[in-house]
Nanobody, 128 residues
Framework: QAQLVESGGGSVQAGGSLNVSCTVSGRTFSIYAMGWIRQAPGKEREFVSL????????YYADSVKGRFTLSRDSAKDAVYLQMTSLKPEDTAVYYC?????????????????????WGQGTQVTVSS
């Protein structure tokens, strides 16, 4: 079991920045990777970014590469997503997620299903 709690998010104008954070509690297993998934109104969930163990390697969706930065504090079981140069199309509910599965999926399209545990989500709204 694990509980994930997101914080941060909010509203910003296009070109602005926001940060979202996620902390994990109550876990009874090793975390292989943590990341962020987002879901815009009327759309399917979309992979955003992940950070994996060991080594804290990061991976980003093409749509956010160069604008978003994911970092991790393993001692606190927390991850932090810094979002810059935000665009209206970044508007979505952002979910923190983690997986204990140490074999990544073979295609990026399967990344969303790879995650086992999810937070409740936090809203990010970018206005034009």
């Amino acid at each position: 079991q694990a509980q994930l709690v997101e914080s941060g998010g909010g509203s910003v104008q296009a070109g602005g920045s926001l940060n979202v954070s996620c902390t994990v509690s109550g876990r009874t297993f090793s975390i292989y990777a943590m990341g962020w998934i987002r879901q815009a109104p009327g759309k399917e969930r979309e992979f955003v970014s992940l950070i994996s163990s060991p080594g804290d390697g990061t991976y980003y969706a093409d749509s956010v590469k160069g604008r978003f930065t994911l970092s991790r504090d393993s001692a606190k079981d927390a991850v932090y997503l810094q979002m810059t140069s935000l665009k209206p199309e970044d508007t979505a509910v952002y979910y923190c997620a983690l997986t204990s599965k140490n074999i990544p999926p073979s295609t990026p399209d399967d990344l969303v299903r790879w995650f086992d545990y999810w937070g409740q989500g936090t809203q990010v709204t970018v206005s034009s």
